[in-house]
């Protein structure tokens, strides 16, 4: 049996669905920020304009800033120096003595306890 997912956007406004939005127009993602907070709302063409048109006034008798920078979302921590330190370490040190070890990726705990063991430092400390 086949299973198929679809996902609809629907005005964040006034809950429309795309084929119902009264001007006929995809809902579209719109950024903006207020008071230092960024924000996104999903809307139709319509409620695009009325947005528009309600922030105008305001707009007008603001100061320019610029361009607001895109807001990525929050990448996974990357591995500090350290610890590729450590595994670069543990690599060359296995492979020294036909261990195997994978070139990339996670080491296994066998192999930097053997390490450990043989060169009495820890795999948390900073050995750079």
């Known amino acids: 049996m086949a299973t198929r997912t679809e996902t609809v956007i629907t005005d964040d406004y006034d809950a429309a ?70 595994a670069a370490l543990v690599r060359e040190w296995a492979r020294a003595h036909d261990i195997d070890v994978p070139p990339r990726g996670r080491v296994p705990k066998t192999v930097i306890a053997q390490w450990e063991s043989a060169t009495g430092q820890t795999a948390t400390e900073e050995t750079s």
């Open 17 to 86: 669905f795309p084929a119902a939005a009264s001007d006929g127009q995809d809902i579209q993602t719109v950024p903006f920020g207020f008071a230092g907070e960024f924000y996104e709302i999903d809307l139709s063409a319509q409620n695009r304009q009325h947005l528009r048109d309600a922030l105008a006034d305001f707009i007008a008798a603001a100061r320019p800033r610029g361009k607001a920078a895109a807001q990525k979302p929050a990448a996974a921590r990357p591995p500090r120096p350290s610890e590729k330190t450590v």
